[in-house]
């Protein structure tokens, strides 16, 4: 079975700039989420997806960071414009349902200079 | 808002020394308590459930057991390899996921 694909693994960016990045879960998982991971800390929760409509997305800084779920099964997770604070891992997960296990991607790492 | 703190930050074992990670946490309605090992430069890969206060799950070298307030991870016997980091992850009534910041294990030979 085929994981959790992301792209692109690194991306370096200026400050202000815009960049996209891209997810695509196991086949046939209903609920994807996108994490943000600060060096040193846990992996904390952007927006969550149960098909292609938005369950969660209280803590997804909405003036610049904006995501979509197409057809319930690729997502992508933008941000414009990029701030030095958002130089982190970004971490895409899917699960079967939302009370089940996640299954992580290897995630994009975001350098914002 | 749901809370989950791990403790400690960081472990170093020799090998074959047994050990507990600790995971506290605050939430409101648990649906279930995640453990996850993460390698670096990689992202989270599941290791175990918990659903209610009681429950034990084991894999080779590793168990976990849940209380109302709190979940242990016991290493018996580590070995170099389980070395890495060990988050664990709450989610609530809502479907909500919150992750602890971790606890980094180092274990040498």
């Known amino acids: 079975e085929a994981g959790v694909a992301q792209s692109p693994r690194y991306k370096i960016i200026e400050k202000r700039q815009s960049v996209a990045f891209w997810c695509n879960p196991i086949?046939?998982?209903?609920?994807l989420y996108w994490y943000q991971q600060i060096l040193g800390q846990g992996p904390k929760l952007l927006i969550q997806?149960?098909?292609?409509?938005?369950?969660?997305d209280s803590q997804l800084p909405k003036d610049r960071f904006s995501a979509e779920r197409l057809k319930g099964v690729d997502s992508t997770l933008k941000i414009q414009p990029a701030k030095l604070e958002d130089s982190a891992v970004y971490l895409c997960?899917?699960?079967?349902?939302?009370?089940?296990?996640?299954?992580f991607g290897p995630g994009t790492r975001l350098t914002v200079t | 808002e749901d809370q989950v703190t791990q403790s400690p930050e960081a472990l170093r074992l020799q090998e074959g020394e047994s050990s507990s990670l600790n995971c506290s946490y605050t939430?409101?309605?648990?649906?279930?308590l995640f453990w996850y090992r993460q390698d670096p430069g990689k992202g989270p890969e599941f290791l175990f459930t918990l659903y209610s206060a009681g429950e034990e799950k084991e894999k080779e070298r590793l168990k976990a057991t849940l209380t109302k307030k709190e979940s242990f991870l016991h290493i018996t016997a580590p070995k170099p390899e389980d070395s890495a980091t060990y988050l664990c992850a709450v989610q609530d009534n809502a479907g909500k996921s919150t992750f602890g910041d971790g606890t980094t294990l180092t274990v040498k030979p």
């Open positions: 086949s046939g998982h209903a609920t």
């Open positions: 997960a899917s699960s079967q349902d939302h009370s089940y296990e996640q299954y």
């Open positions: 939430v409101s309605g648990l649906r279930g």
């Open positions: 997806f149960q098909n292609n409509g938005v369950v969660d």
